[in-house]
């Protein structure tokens, strides 16, 4: 036998072993991924991205260091401070009274501060609040909204007699009763300003909302 018949055979066993390889290369690059729960880019599910009750227990979760007095204050104080600012913004794009406009602004200035130093306070703490209004204080603002003209102003006034009045009840129970320290200052610090807006919305009661601004 010659040389090249040797090689011959040994050629086409090279030949057949590359191609086998190929094929199975072949195989894996168009394997389909395997289907399961879709993932979002940060590593969770698409589901928890979009799944609202999910996220509310995570922030409760986070407000176990508080006691129960502590958290059922910090959560409606959150709240109500929130109603006071978005149904103020509300009022500042509605309102022609001067006197409305007035106290609209302070409710965003002197509630907006607060309810920042709030939301600090108790994100040292290890916390998280309420990021935006729910239940019966959205259903508030929602109903502002529909309003115009002298309606909303007197539907505005009242809406901020009433959550006052719930505030400086809330915020006294606290400054007497809440068992940290930082938080039962925060509320007595924060009083007096809910209490001189109470005083200012008796004012604005009692002198009207007839003093308007040009369109």
Same mark, same amino acid.
């Given at each position: 036998?010659?040389?090249?018949?040797?090689?011959?055979?040994?050629?086409?066993? !090279?030949?057949?072993?590359?191609?086998? +390889?190929?094929?199975? *290369? @072949?195989?894996?690059?168009?394997?389909?991924?395997?289907?399961?729960?879709?993932?979002? #880019?940060?590593?969770?599910?698409?589901?928890?991205?979009?799944?609202?009750?999910?996220?509310?227990?995570?922030?409760? $979760?986070?407000?176990?260091?508080?006691?129960?007095?502590?958290? *059922?204050?910090?959560? =409606?104080?959150?709240?109500? /401070?929130?109603?006071?600012?978005?149904?103020?913004?509300?009022?500042?794009? =509605?309102?022609?009274?001067?006197?409305?406009?007035?106290?609209?602004?302070?409710?965003?200035?002197?509630?907006?501060?607060?309810? %920042?130093?709030?939301? %600090?306070?108790?994100? +040292? =703490? $290890? /916390?998280?609040?309420? %990021?935006?209004?729910? $239940?019966?204080?959205?259903?508030?603002?929602?109903?502002?909204?529909?309003?115009?003209?002298?309606?909303?102003?007197?539907?505005?006034?009242? !809406?901020?007699?009433?959550?006052?009045?719930?505030?400086?009840?809330?915020? @006294? %129970? !606290?400054?007497? +009763?809440?068992?940290?320290? *930082?938080?039962?200052?925060?509320?007595?610090?924060?009083?007096?300003?809910?209490? =001189?807006?109470?005083?200012?919305? @008796?004012?604005?009661?009692?002198?009207? #909302?007839?003093?308007? #601004?040009?369109?």
């Amino acid at each position: 036998m010659t040389q090249r018949s040797l090689l011959l055979p040994l050629l086409g066993i !090279a030949l057949c072993a590359c191609r086998g +390889n190929r094929d199975r *290369d @072949d195989d894996y690059a168009y394997r389909p991924a395997p289907t399961g729960t879709p993932t979002s #880019t940060s590593g969770t599910t698409t589901e928890n991205d979009t799944n609202e009750p999910v996220a509310r227990e995570a922030s409760a $979760g986070r407000m176990d260091s508080f006691s129960a007095t502590d958290r *059922d204050f910090l959560m =409606k104080a959150a709240q109500g /401070g929130m109603f006071e600012v978005e149904s103020s913004r509300v009022a500042l794009m =509605k309102t022609t009274s001067n006197p409305v406009r007035d106290f609209a602004n302070m409710m965003v200035n002197d509630h907006g501060r607060a309810n %920042q130093e709030l939301a %600090q306070l108790v994100t +040292n =703490k $290890g /916390g998280m609040l309420p %990021q935006q209004l729910e $239940g019966e204080h959205q259903r508030d603002v929602d109903h502002l909204r529909r309003l115009d003209g002298a309606e909303f102003e007197r539907e505005y006034v009242s !809406a901020q007699i009433s959550a006052h009045d719930d505030a400086i009840r809330l915020f @006294d %129970q !606290a400054a007497r +009763n809440v068992q940290d320290e *930082d938080i039962r200052s925060f509320a007595s610090r924060t009083l007096p300003t809910l209490r =001189k807006h109470r005083e200012q919305l @008796d004012t604005i009661r009692q002198g009207g #909302t007839s003093s308007t #601004t040009p369109r």
